[in-house]
């Protein structure tokens, strides 16, 4: 499988506990994204990368939220502290420079916060 | 602002029939890209058809077409000969400064 995975697919935790995913692109792309979907909503967008540089966060990526992607290869995004707030779907995303429009789309990895 | 309205949270149409799910948009741009992504239940988001603004006519993908309006903003998807495995929310988006702006949704129901 060439495509976006994401790890963990689920992952459940206590408010306060700090969790961290994984995203693998698709191995010549050099554009990553990270995006939030909450129940009922359409995915919202995090943050992104050109090769191993945090192009834009968004207002929505609180202080508590951190990205990396330090190869420029694999992305992680860390909550810290979590809230239950947080509890959402977490999708990654990769692309081309040239092709930007075109972003594919990893299977989310989905986060409860208890 | 920037936004994406999807009217129809949800629709529910018999196999084989054409479903058209309507989108609106917002924006000062006069050249961007717009969407219909497709994600189906606990599977990941895939991209059904894509439509530049700057180009007329309108794009269309084997059963899936868009009537695009650009002085309307409007962005609607016709589905044509429905089958089950189109089951799934359906987002209209656009994409400008490389990020890919998405409506909420509408959840689309094929019965058998």
């Known amino acids: 499988d060439t495509g976006v995975s994401q790890d963990p697919r689920h992952k459940i935790t206590k408010r306060g506990q700090n969790v961290t995913f994984r995203c693998d692109p698709i191995?010549?792309?050099?554009?990553l994204y990270w995006y939030r979907q909450t129940l009922g909503q359409g995915p919202e967008f995090l943050t992104y990368f050109q090769n191993e540089a945090q192009l834009e966060k968004s207002r929505l990526l609180s202080d508590r939220f951190s990205a990396e992607r330090p190869k420029g290869s694999f992305s992680t995004l860390e909550i810290q502290r979590t809230e239950q707030g947080d509890s959402a779907m977490y999708l990654c995303a990769s692309s081309l420079v040239a092709l930007q429009e075109t972003q594919y789309f990893g299977p989310g990895t989905r986060l409860l916060v208890l | 602002a920037q936004t994406v309205t999807q009217s129809q949270p949800e629709m529910s149409v018999q196999e084989a029939e054409t479903v058209t799910l309507s989108c609106t948009y917002d924006t000062s741009e006069n050249n961007y890209y717009l969407f219909w992504y497709k994600q189906p239940p606990s599977r990941q988001m895939i991209l059904v058809i894509r439509q530049e603004a700057y180009k007329q006519q309108n794009a269309t993908e084997n059963r899936f077409s868009v009537n695009f309006q650009k002085a309307a903003k409007s962005f609607s998807l016709k589905i044509s000969d429905s089958q089950l495995g189109d089951t799934a929310m359906y987002f209209c988006?656009?994409?400008?400064?490389?990020?890919?702006?998405f409506g909420k949704g509408t959840r689309l129901h094929i019965l058998p």
């Open positions: 988006a656009f994409l400008r400064d490389d990020k890919i702006i």
């Open positions: 191995s010549e792309h050099n554009r």
